[in-house]
């Protein structure tokens, strides 16, 4: 068989935070008592008026949508103050950030990203045989925050993109506006992609503006988290138009449907809905960092402005995957950081932030451990 590039022969997959129904049937526990802290979902659920919008959908399954998302692009060009042809739309960000990888690195390019950093950079890039170089040093082990002049020490001529997290992950820490605009500036050679998936935990407006200031950064954002739709997909980019012309002639033609189009404009509408997440959130944040206080073979990563954060094991004589191992069984679901982040080791685990209960439950089952 020949494939497009050698490392399609042996290629790496993402690692998803472990399903509840699994983890019910193989320990055998109540699901209703298991805490899903792997994947930074929303504990709410999706967002009332979208739900009610993907309903009202149902009847026009037949027609085809508009192959650009128009009506959904409208509505955020009105949130991000620019114009409908300056935003792309996508199957979740993800697919946004691997037709990025597709238009603006050619094989063998260079991207750059923080490492450790959220796996599908490295993993598209790898399966579209870019080259991923992932800036570890950059990473501060005590806050494991970014530190940009490290960051900034691994940029080359040749570099074709950048990517910025923020919040970070797994960290969750937070870069300023001036720490942004430094790394955008020092990389006039590439694509500047601002990953603002966890913006809304941050409790700041974000630094969507920033995609009208340079020609080559685009912001991107998922309906993922704070509006609860992970399940049906939908992310979207804020660029400079001939960025967004050459992602729509690289993506797949109709890659949103019309539950996504309709049910993202009406999530948009739900102030309540965020406004109810994040508040819960950032409550539950400040809570589960006292409750770390009463543990000592455990520290809770400071510094996470977003709705997980980094768990460090301090006792040498046990490892991520023993812990990851030992709450499952307590009906804890966790990321293994020695498993789920290239260049985070078997000192971490990455934890969601829920509603107090679930922390409640995180905390009593690290105290238990072994
Ligand atoms: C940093 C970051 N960016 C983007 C995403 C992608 O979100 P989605 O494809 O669901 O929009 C995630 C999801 O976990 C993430 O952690």
């Known amino acids: 068989m020949q494939f497009a590039h050698a490392g399609l022969a042996s290629p ?48 026009r399954l037949h027609l085809y949508p508009s192959w650009t998302a128009e009506p959904l692009r409208e ?63 950059a990473t501060d082990r005590s806050t494991m925050a970014l ?12 570099t074709r993109i950048v990517f910025v997290t923020n919040p970070n992950s797994p960290s969750g820490t937070w870069l300023t506006e001036g720490d942004v605009r430094r790394i955008v500036e020092a990389a006039p050679q590439a694509l500047v992609v601002l990953d603002e998936a966890y913006v809304h935990y941050s409790d700041t407006p974000g630094h969507l503006h920033l995609a009208r200031d340079y020609e080559h950064l685009a912001v991107l954002r998922t309906f993922s988290k704070a509006f609860g739709l992970a399940g049906l997909r939908i992310g979207f980019g804020v660029a400079a138009r001939p960025i967004v012309d050459a992602l729509l002639a690289v993506k797949t033609t109709w890659n949103l449907g019309q539950l996504q189009i309709d049910g993202a404009i009406a999530a948009l509408g739900d102030d309540e809905h965020v406004r109810r997440t994040v508040d819960t959130i950032v409550a539950s944040r400040a ?21 997980f954060f980094l768990v460090e094991i301090l006792d040498p004589d046990t490892d991520s995957t023993r812990v990851f191992d030992g709450l499952l069984e307590r009906g804890v679901i966790v990321k293994d950081g020695s498993v789920s982040f290239r260049g985070l080791d078997d000192r971490f685990l ?11 439950r995180l905390v009593s089952a690290l105290a238990d451990l072994p």
Do not use: W
């Not at 940009?148 to 691994?154: A, C, P, T």
């Open 12 to 59: 790496e997959y993402y690692v998803p935070g472990l399903p509840v129904d699994h983890v019910a049937a193989r320990y055998g526990l109540d699901p209703a008592e298991i805490a899903k802290l792997g994947s930074a979902e929303n504990p709410f659920g999706p967002s009332p008026k979208a739900r009610e919008a993907v309903a009202a959908a149902l009847d």
């Open 75 to 137: 509505a955020i060009a009105e949130l991000a103050e620019c114009e409908p042809a300056e935003v792309i739309c996508g199957a979740g960000e993800t697919e946004i950030i691997s037709l990025i990888i597709r238009a603006f690195a050619p094989e063998g390019g260079r991207i750059l990203m923080p490492g450790p950093c959220f796996p599908i950079y490295h993993l598209f890039a790898e399966g579209e045989g870019r080259l991923p170089v992932l800036a570890q040093a």
């Open 147 to 158: 530190d940009v002049d490290g960051y900034l020490d691994h940029l080359t001529e040749d």
């Open 287 to 307: 809570y589960v960092q006292d409750r770390f206080e009463d543990l000592d073979r455990f520290r809770m990563v400071p510094g996470s402005r977003s709705n």
């Open 350 to 360: 990455r934890v969601d932030v829920n509603v107090k209960e679930h922390m409640d």
